[in-house]
């Protein structure tokens, strides 16, 4: 009889764990935020908004071809210059200069594509993403939240992961579209993949075309190089 009860029991301490853990991370407010990169712009997302959070709680910059993100609450950068359409790769690589440093637990951050109606309630795109810890996620706006590989992601081996708390860890991410096929590629290694078909659609993206850029969790602290766009 003990067995039975064990699993529900360590299953409600899991929940109480999570549940704690999210209480004690709030979105912060960045000193000094704001965007200040000309012709670039940004959204952050509708549940941070409705808790009272606005586009300068989050921070980003440039020296060089180098972004320095500094988040506040959970936001997507883009320029609107930036346009990709029919077969394309984009990439860059995401570099967290020490692991966890403004968070209690890892969050993600990567590339996302297929923009469309940015910046308002119809906005639509998709995003991969990933953590120090191993682990990425691929989601979207369509313009409810969808996600297409469920809430925690999923873990793969080209991921790094960092040595541990403070440590650097850096991802090269990308996300491309051939033909039919949308794949998004974590350090030279392809962890995902899904027919187009199953993206462009109701409630989901408007099209594989569009503005692509930068997607931050909230409270992260991340430097970005070689963003580009390939045929």
């Known amino acids: 009889m003990r067995s039975i009860y064990v699993p529900a029991i360590v299953f409600s301490i899991s929940a109480l764990v999570a549940q704690a853990l999210l209480a004690q991370d709030a979105s912060r407010v960045v000193p000094g935020g704001g965007i200040s990169v000309p012709q670039w712009t940004g959204k952050i997302d509708p ?26 609450p959970a936001v997507t950068y883009w320029n609107p210059a930036n346009q990709a359409s029919g077969d394309y790769t984009v990439k860059a690589t995401f570099t967290e200069p020490q692991y966890m440093n403004l968070n209690n637990h890892p969050h993600p951050y990567g590339i996302f594509i297929a923009g469309n109606d940015l910046g308002t309630a119809a906005q639509s795109y998709l995003y991969c993403a990933a953590y120090g810890d191993g682990r990425f996620i691929v989601r979207g706006f369509g313009p409810a939240a969808f996600q297409m590989n469920g809430f925690a992601g999923d873990r793969n081996a080209a991921v790094h992961r960092a040595a ?40 989901k993206l408007k099209s594989t075309d569009g503005v692509y850029g930068l997607r931050f969790a909230h ?10 766009v390939s045929k």
């Open 47 to 72: 549940n941070e908004e409705r808790a009272g959070r606005t586009l300068n709680d989050s921070k980003l910059a440039k020296a060089g071809d180098t972004f320095s993100v500094t988040t506040g």
């Open 164 to 203: 541990g708390v403070g440590q650097p860890v850096t991802q090269e991410i990308a996300l491309s579209v051939k033909g039919g096929h949308v794949a998004c590629s974590i350090n030279g290694t392809e962890v995902a993949g899904y027919d187009k078909a199953a993206l462009v659609t109701a409630g």
């Open 219 to 228: 409270n992260t602290e991340v430097t970005v190089t070689g963003l580009s």
